[in-house]
């Protein structure tokens, strides 16, 4: 068990760029989730898969944000035209549903600055 | 939505003492209940949880207590180490929707030696 993997760990980009964000979740598991986190603050919910498909979107999570989960296994977050706004920690987490109570494990974060 | 609030939002204690955080929630379907810890630049790590089955969870120094009845569940450290010092969150998912957890706002815990 290698844990969750999230890359880069820290991205700083002008505003108006875009950035993507790759996460590799547990092996098995079969959710996957992002959450956004400000500083003094606990993370937020944005978005979550079972297997491909994705379920369920925050409204947190504007028309600038798109999530992808093509086979499976890893994600993909993507910001478009980024803001200042949009500087955060990025998390991914992940779990097993009907295993462990479909316990949630988390990354280290991907940490976006937009200047 | 879930409504998650925990107290206190910081607390100093000294190596050794025991320290508590308690947190509440307003959805009574909740049935999952989990606390995080959270060091510097690093993500969430789950250190204890419990369902709704049971009253009171412990893992060597931590554990958790849950009142469903009103609503809320307490995190117990006892014997706190310097280490110890970091962020906890509690986290109940909303409803029984066990992947969307609804973070409180986290209590600074600074274990002095």
């Known amino acids: 068990d290698t844990g969750v993997s999230q890359n880069p760990r820290h991205k700083i980009t002008k505003r108006g760029q875009n950035v993507t964000f790759r996460c590799d979740p547990i092996?098995?598991?079969?959710?996957l989730y992002w959450y956004r986190q400000t500083l003094g603050q606990g993370p937020e919910f944005l978005t979550y898969f079972q297997n491909e498909a994705q379920l369920e979107k925050s409204r947190l999570l504007s028309d600038r944000f798109s999530a992808e989960r093509p086979k499976g296994s890893f994600s993909t977050l993507e910001i478009q035209r980024t803001e200042q706004g949009d500087s955060a920690m990025y998390l991914c987490a992940s779990s097993s549903v009907g295993r462990a109570g479909n316990t949630i494990y988390f990354g280290e974060g991907s940490w976006l600055t937009v200047v | 939505g879930e409504n998650v609030e925990q107290h206190p939002s910081t607390l100093s204690v000294q190596e050794g003492d025991s320290a508590v955080i308690k947190c509440t929630y307003s959805?009574?379907?909740?049935?999952?209940f989990p606390w995080y810890k959270q060091e510097l630049g690093k993500g969430p790590q789950l250190i204890i949880d419990?369902?709704?089955?049971?009253g009171e969870k412990k893992d060597q120094r931590i554990a958790v207590t849950l009142n469903k009845t009103a609503k809320h569940f307490s995190l117990h450290i006892t014997e706190t180490q310097p280490e110890d010092s970091a962020v906890y969150f509690c986290?109940?998912?909303?409803?029984?929707?066990?992947?969307?957890?609804?973070f409180g706002q986290g209590t600074i815990l600074t274990v002095h030696p």
């Open positions: 959805d009574s379907a909740s049935n999952y």
């Open positions: 986290a109940p998912p909303h409803g029984t929707s066990y992947g969307k957890l609804t």
């Open positions: 092996s098995e598991h079969n959710r």
């Open positions: 419990i369902r709704s089955n049971v």
